[in-house]
């Protein structure tokens, strides 16, 4: 399949307190043309840096340290702010986490949607009314026309969701990143809002990165998975695979709590030990002081991704 993104070495820090630490170490990865790829892990282990890495928008005081960002063959790192400008909405969208936060309080929600067309050349007013319309009622939203000329505090969440993925797919763009798009939404819309994306996905061809921190969510839509953890990518495999047969032990805690969630207890199930500091790098592997298959090399040395059967990837001593 074609490469639509292809990720190497990509490295990304953050200044705190005056030091610098890696939020992203050493990531590499591929998208194609047309797939899902679902990015799970912890809180803090730099789903969202990668996601905001790959579209060249991260916040202020973050920057690249190495490594490559390839969009249809072009390194988006040696581009200009201008030449990014024709990329964001057109052919790379996000949807983000936060409907009620990204959409902007004051505008009308089909202004928000119009505007992204007109920067992208759809000029004429009529047609860009007659456009929105029709994306409302894409995403499956009723009297699209009201709608378009609500604020979004007047919307549901759900409604809110919706125009934001709307919005995100007015340009049919080759690429959506979907940041956590369920987190603030409840169970029924969840299901909801993932069918939705799965279809359009489907009638549309677009890739998709979607992120999440449980890995129930990517049941059903997403082809491969990358497991994160404290700013690397552990485990790669299809969904399959890493649902029935997760290699990294990060992965199966994961997975055991995704299934063991799902069924009634008095407490919880965690992962024992504290998510590791990334301003405080360690020695070894990061997964190391939570393990309960750790090794005495485990303390000192960092495994590297490591080619197993059937395409997968995992950086674990285990399997070298």
Known sequence: ????????????????????????????????????????????????????????????????????????????????????AAIWGAQIAIIWQDPALALNPVMRV???????????????????????????????????????????????????????????????????????????????????ILTLLARLRERHGMACLTISHDPAVFEGWVDRLLVMYAGEIVETGTREQVFDRPLHPYSQALVRLAVSGMVPRERLPVIAGEPADPTRPQPGCAFAPRCSERMTLCASSRPFPRAQNNNRQVSCFKYE
């Open 110 to 192: 089909g202004t928000q949607i119009a505007e992204v067309l007109r920067s992208h050349g759809l000029r004429q007013g009529s047609e860009r009314e007659g456009r929105v319309r029709e994306l409302l009622e894409e995403v499956g939203l009723e009297r699209a026309a009201e709608v378009a000329h609500a604020y979004p505090h007047q919307l549901s969440g759900g409604q809110r969701q919706r125009v934001a993925i709307a919005r995100a797919l007015c340009c049919r763009p080759a690429l959506v990143i979907a940041d956590e798009p369920t987190s603030k939404l409840d169970a029924a819309l969840q299901v909801e």
């Open 1 to 84: 399949m074609e490469d639509l993104v292809r990720v190497e070495d990509l490295s990304v820090s953050y200044l705190s307190a005056g030091q610098r630490f890696l939020a992203l170490k050493r990531a590499s990865f591929s998208i194609h043309a047309g797939e899902v790829v679902g990015i799970v892990g912890e809180s803090g282990s730099g789903k969202t840096t990668l996601a905001l890495a790959l579209a060249r928008m991260l916040p202020v005081g973050a920057r690249y340290e190495g490594g490559t960002l390839n969009f249809r063959g072009v390194n988006l790192l040696q581009m200009t702010e201008k030449q990014l």
